[in-house]
C-alpha cells in the first residue's frame, strides 16, 4: 500500500518553464514532508521539506505548496533549467516512532534546452 | 546540508561471499540511521533503521540473517550482505538523522555479485 502517490511519473518541461510535481496522502499523522532530488547513479539530495502549520515554504526557485485540508502537497520548480533533470521523490514522516521516510514513486524530470 | 559518506562507492564480489558497506555522518551524530535498496528507475526501499547501540529493526520481508546491521556509534553503521547471491545486485543507500527532522542520504553504494 503506497502511503504517498506521486504525480506524473515523468514530466518534460521546456527551460524557464515551471515543473509542477505532486503528491498525495491519506495519513494525518505525518508531520514533515521533504523533497529530495536524485541524480543517476548518486544518493537522494534534500531539497527543501515543509510541516503542516504552513501553507507554501518557499527557498530560491523552488516551492512546496501544501494543503493540509486536501492532504496534498506539491513542489514548484521556477525558470527550469536542464541541470534540474532529475528524478525527484516527495516523502513524509510520522511525528512519533522511527520518523523513516514513506517516499513517494519519483516523477522523472526532463528540461529541454 | 550535512554529510554523509559511503564506502565503497561500488563493489563487485563472487557469489557466496559477503561485503560490507560502511556509512558515516561526517558532520552530525545521527540519532538514527537507515538502510534503503533501490531498484533501476524505481523508489527506494527501505530495509532497517538502526539507532546507535541497538539492534536494527528490519522491515517485513527483508532478511536479518543475511543484511546484518551494525550502528556501532553516532557517525557509523555499517551493512553485511552475507552469503551475496546475484539477486543481492541493487543500489544500497544509508541515510543519516540526527535530533531535527532532516534525513540526509549518503551517494550509495553500487553492488554487483557475479
Known amino acids: 500500500q503506497q502511503q504517498v502517490k506521486q504525480s506524473p511519473q515523468s514530466l518534460i518541461v521546456q527551460k524557464g518553464g515551471i515543473s509542477i510535481i505532486n503528491c498525495a496522502y491519506e495519513?494525518?499523522?505525518?508531520?514533515?514532508f521533504p523533497w529530495y532530488q536524485q541524480f543517476p547513479g548518486k544518493g537522494p539530495a534534500l531539497l527543501i521539506a515543509?510541516?503542516?502549520?504552513?501553507s507554501e515554504k518557499k527557498e530560491g526557485r523552488f516551492t512546496i505548496s501544501f494543503n493540509k485540508s486536501a492532504k496534498q502537497f506539491s513542489l514548484h520548480i521556477m525558470d527550469s533549467q536542464p541541470g534540474d533533470s532529475a528524478t525527484y521523490f516527495c516523502a513524509a514522516s510520522l511525528k512519533t516512532g522511527a520518523n523513516n521516510l514513506f517516499f513517494g514513486t519519483g516523477t522523472r524530470l526532463t528540461v529541454i534546452p | 546540508g550535512a554529510v554523509v559518506s559511503q564506502h565503497p562507492s561500488w563493489v563487485i564480489c563472487k557469489s557466496g561471499t559477503s561485503v560490507k558497506i560502511e556509512c558515516r555522518s561526517l558532520?552530525?551524530?545521527?540519532?538514527?540511521m537507515f538502510w534503503y535498496r533501490q531498484f533501476p528507475k524505481q523508489s527506494l526501499m527501505l530495509m532497517a533503521t538502526?539507532?546507535?547501540?541497538?539492534?536494527?529493526?528490519?522491515e517485513q520481508g527483508v532478511e536479518k540473517d543475511k543484511f546484518l546491521i551494525n550502528h556501532a556509534s553516532l557517525t557509523l553503521s555499517t551493512l553485511t550482505v552475507t552469503s551475496a547471491h546475484p539477486e543481492d545486485s541493487s543500489f544500497y543507500i544509508c541515510s543519516a538523522k540526527g535530533w531535527l527532522d532532516e534525513q540526509y542520504f549518503g551517494p550509495g553504494t553500487r553492488l554487483t555479485v557475479t
Open positions: 558532520d552530525f551524530q545521527a540519532t538514527t
Open positions: 495519513n494525518t499523522a505525518f508531520d514533515y
Open positions: 515543509i510541516r503542516p502549520d504552513v
Open positions: 538502526s539507532n546507535e547501540g541497538s539492534k536494527a529493526t528490519y
